[in-house]
């Protein structure tokens, strides 16, 4: 057994859980009227980036830890998750970098094509993005064993990949509003639930 694989996984999975929970706390917030800009859009861009390279780092930690007889499973999640890594951090490094700082400057007619709005090209990443996560998270359930704590890694799992549907709407419905968004609450459960219950299984085979 090698220690420094558990831990690894265990704490890219703590980090993970939190980030994404602070993302749903904020993304509540500016619903709610909380934030203003620009740090409305600082905290959502910033706290959705704070996920990307733990979940990575988990999911790696799963594929190390893997029977090999269903390794397929761990290592085309692993893909997925790298393809999710790939969306997101370009998107939210371009608005965080160069959308934000330049909106409060007033956005020249130029970058507006990289603004992440309903149905423009970076919230078509975004959407990639999180439809990769979910497929990551669908095609490690096998890895998952049906009794013992790892029923309830494979139950989560299989619940975040259940809200795809709804990702899938929310992103691409011809008409967007606020109110569409609330259908991807389930979300916000289901995602840093399952990043919390692989943390716990590492923790537990650890020990």
């Known amino acids: 057994m090698n220690k420094a694989i558990y831990r690894i996984g265990y704490w890219s999975g703590i980090v993970a859980f939190l980030a994404t929970v602070a993302y749903v706390i904020t993304q509540l917030l500016q619903l709610a009227g909380f934030f203003r800009f620009p740090m409305d859009e600082i905290m959502i861009y910033g706290t959705s980036l704070c ?7 988990e999911m790696l930690a799963l594929h190390y830890i893997t029977k090999e007889d269903k390794k397929i499973w761990s290592h085309a999640a692993l893909i997925f998750a790298t393809l999710y890594a790939v969306f997101v951090t370009a998107n939210y490094v371009v ?14 007619d130029e970058l507006k094509l990289l603004e992440q709005t309903p149905h423009s090209l970076f919230w078509d990443f975004d959407a ?4 990769f996560m979910g497929l ?20 989560s799992f299989l619940a975040n990949a259940l809200v795809l549907p709804l990702i899938s709407v929310v992103y691409f419905y011809p008409d967007y509003s606020a109110n569409l968004l609330m259908l991807g609450l389930p979300w916000g459960i289901t995602a840093p639930l399952a990043m919390l219950l692989l943390a716990i299984r590492f923790k537990k085979e650890f020990r």
């Open 128 to 131: 990639l993005g999180y439809i």
């Open 51 to 57: 996920i990307v390279i733990p979940f990575v780092f």
């Open 95 to 108: 608005q965080l970098a160069t959308v934000i700082p330049a909106k409060m400057k007033g956005l020249p």
């Open 136 to 155: 990551s998270m669908l095609v490690a359930i096998p890895v998952f064993e049906k009794q013992g704590f790892q029923k309830w890694v494979r139950i």
